[in-house]
């Protein structure tokens, strides 16, 4: 896969190409049976997911969130959702007081608290694969570092996505090269998406989440 990737993931610096004068509406007109299964597999995974393990996990989860500390159990907050329109985003509550719990620490390192997201996916906000939703305030920082960087919401955000893939998850922070680096594999996902990548990027993350909780 990395084979592919590489030519596409321009130098960090000044003069790197953006991807997005290469993508057109008409391209994406091309990929509808694509977009139609995307959406069929994100509503069977999601509620079987749902169904079979968030039925019974997020109550425990849940409960042993209340128990280590004050507050709500699920988090609400609005992320940057396709065509740049805002939407809640779903997440287990990990901090309090602006400072990550014990069990809150535990929860992102197997990247539990995101297990709600599975709802998103459901009601049709994200989808299973695809670029992560930033929040707002982060994509605003963000647009003033990376030139038409909205080109990455031509597309449902997902649960995990190429960036995540190539091991590039978590915070960024003020780094412009990991925010830059994020954008262009987005930005290539973007470009080629299809449903054999798509399972790739599943199996990707799911080692590397085996090798997280290890």
């Known amino acids: 896969m990395s084979g592919n990737m590489e030519p596409a993931l321009r130098a960090v610096g000044e003069h790197w190409l953006t991807l997005d004068q290469e993508f057109t509406y008409e391209e994406a007109a091309g990929r509808r049976g694509y977009f139609f299964v995307k959406r069929v597999f994100d509503l069977v995974v999601a509620t079987l ?7 019974w996990l997020l109550p425990l989860l849940a409960l042993l969130i209340r128990l280590d500390s004050k507050g709500p159990a699920l988090f609400v907050q609005q ?23 014990r069990l809150g620490g535990w ?15 459901f009601l049709g906000a994200m989808s299973i694969v695809g670029p992560r939703p930033y929040m ?5 920082r963000f647009a003033e570092l990376v030139p038409d960087g909205d080109f990455r919401y031509r597309v449902r955000p997902g649960i995990t996505g190429m960036a995540q ?28 998406a299809g449903f054999r990548m798509d399972m790739r990027i599943v ?3 799911v080692k590397l989440l085996f090798g997280w909780m290890g």
């Not at 929860?107 to 996916?121: A, I, S």
Request: charge should be positive; charged fraction near 25%.
């Open 165 to 192: 893939a190539r091991g590039l998850h978590g915070a960024v922070g003020k780094d412009r090269q990991v925010i830059v680096e994020r954008y262009q594999w987005d930005a290539w996902y973007v470009r080629h």
């Open 49 to 55: 997911v749902i169904a079979g393990v968030l039925s």
């Open 79 to 101: 992320r940057m959702g396709r065509y740049s329109q805002p939407f809640r985003c779903y997440k287990l509550r990990s901090m309090v007081n602006g400072r990550i719990t």
């Open 136 to 140: 707002l305030a982060d994509c605003r």
């Open 203 to 205: 199996g990707k993350t």
């Open 107 to 121: 929860l992102r390192r197997t990247h539990l608290d995101e297990l709600p997201q599975f709802f998103n996916v």
